[in-house]
């Protein structure tokens, strides 16, 4: 090429830069570059540091699509190994995601800031962020767009590999912790389930739920109104919220599950998804139970101990002074229990507790409650009923212990003091009044139940002496 030829490409190509760099500028700076004196200096040079320069890419395409320019950057972004001049209909084409940027040239419409992935032979795959302006028409040539790009395939990729490393922290922490991850859009009516979640349920992948009612489905009847209701539009969705339900899996086991979930809002304020999790607290909820039924139960008889005994006592008062609701106590022991110790043994006489307890409880209303009140004594609160209907309870108890020996002992028999509640009456007085009454069935030959009020008059209700 002869060296005239050579510069005339030049001088084109700097012509080309400088419509391109006018357009761009025009489309995206919003105050004007001032001019004037070394600033129109260094705006007439800009080309030429463009044309050579390997930092800043800047390309033109024409209205097929066509680089009919790139200066050395943009060469490499694109994996262009030539360039033509203006109006060579040989004009390389880019990478095809970038053909869509000829439009801009059509429509005279500018885009900022367009994100672009690209994948090449050489360099594989890079995001470019791109500006596109449209040329302003020559009066000699088609319609073209300029372009200036900025590789951020670096920035996309420290980014990726960031996110990559939370999701995973967030799958080990969820795994580790047992929580399934679910997304339920409500536009749609579908939901998305990890895995965990689908291992909670007992799912195979044939039972994935897609919508509500599928998932509704998965819980045991009388929990679905639950779930419902803290689901429901008025329900605060953008909130976070937390319930407790019970699930069946296919294979007919239930579970109890903790859900907490959030809404994620529109712009406009409108709740469209809700994200949430899932675990499985079953073992939780079992061993919550254990521990509260042992705090609360005798653990040789399985009874009420003496703290819940009591604590039902005092709710029995509260409703008898604000509701008038009536109830008695029966307090007992076993009739000479000492010496079934002494003759058979320990584990003998524990052995009898346990069968009579069972016995006793086999002829209680539902509205009683049968407690231990302490080694061989016995408190039984009747609900719901005075003094007389406490003895027939009484005899029931009485007969039932004595009627059956016991394995290897013999016949036991018990001794039963009964007591009701009274206006202006402690819970102290009434235990005070149905130990009295037990001393006088003891003292009168045992094997008997004896009401308070039919003792006679004392001068006060006092404790009684102990004669078991």
């Not at 390309?59 to 033509?84: M, S, W, Y």
């Not at 998305?192 to 599928?214: C, F, K, N």
């Not at 294979?251 to 899932?278: F, K, S």
């Not at 028999?413 to 009701?420: E, H, R």
Request: charged share 25%.
């Amino acid at each position: 090429m002869a060296p005239d030829d050579s510069r005339a490409d030049k001088d084109d190509a700097q012509r080309l830069i400088r419509r391109a760099l006018e357009a761009l500028q025009g489309a995206f700076t919003v105050s004007p570059v001032p001019t004037g004196g070394d600033e129109d200096q260094a705006r007439l040079a800009l080309p030429a540091l463009v044309l050579a320069t390997e930092a800043a890419a800047i390309a033109v395409l024409d209205e097929r699509g066509g680089v009919i320019f790139a200066n050395p950057k943009a060469r490499q972004l694109l994996d262009l190994n030539h360039t033509t001049p203006p109006g060579d209909d040989r004009a390389p084409d880019p990478p095809s995601e970038l053909l869509a940027f000829r439009l801009v040239a059509i429509t005279g419409t500018p885009l900022f800031d367009a994100r672009c992935e690209i994948h090449t032979a050489e360099r594989g795959r890079h995001v470019l962020s791109v500006n596109a302006a449209p040329l302003p028409d020559s009066g000699n040539g088609p319609p073209l767009v300029a372009l200036a790009m900025t590789d951020l395939t670096g920035q996309y990729d420290y980014y990726e590999h960031a996110l990559r490393e939370s999701e995973q922290r967030l799958k080990l922490a969820t795994e580790a912790a047992g929580l399934g991850v679910w997304e339920y859009d409500l536009e749609t009516d579908t939901y998305h389930w990890d895995e965990r979640m689908m291992a909670i349920y007992g799912l195979d992948e044939s039972q994935r739920p897609v919508t509500y009612q599928d998932w509704l489905a998965l819980l045991v009847p009388e929990h679905q109104d639950r779930l419902h209701a803290a689901s429901s539009p008025g329900a605060g969705r953008s909130e976070r919220r937390e319930i407790e339900f019970r699930i069946r899996r296919p294979d007919g086991e239930q579970r109890h599950i903790r859900a907490v979930w959030q809404g994620i809002e529109d712009p406009h304020g409108r709740t469209q998804r809700l994200v949430g999790t899932n675990e499985d607290i079953t073992e939780q909820r079992e061993l919550q139970s254990e521990l509260e039924y042992r705090a609360a139960h005798d653990p040789l008889t399985d009874l009420f101990n003496r703290a819940k005994i009591q604590q039902l006592l005092r709710a029995a008062q509260a409703a008898f002074t604000r509701h008038g609701t009536p109830f008695a106590v029966l307090l007992f022991d076993v009739d000479h229990f000492k010496r079934v110790n002494d003759r058979y043994g320990h584990g003998a006489g524990d052995a009898v507790l346990w069968e009579m307890a069972r016995r006793i409880e086999s002829v209680l209303r539902e509205t009683d409650h049968m407690g231990r009140w302490g080694g061989e004594e016995f408190l039984v609160l009747a609900s719901q009923t005075d003094e007389a209907g406490a003895k027939t309870l009484a005899e029931r108890i009485r007969r039932q212990v004595a009627q059956t020996p016991f394995e290897g002992v013999g016949t036991v028999t018990v001794s039963l003091g009964v007591a009701a509640a009274e206006a202006g009456t402690s819970l102290e007085t009434l235990e005070q009044r149905a130990d009295r009454a037990l001393y006088a069935a003891k003292h009168n030959g045992r094997n008997q139940s004896v009401r308070y009020s039919r003792l006679p008059e004392t001068a006060d209700d006092g404790p009684a002496a102990p004669a078991r």
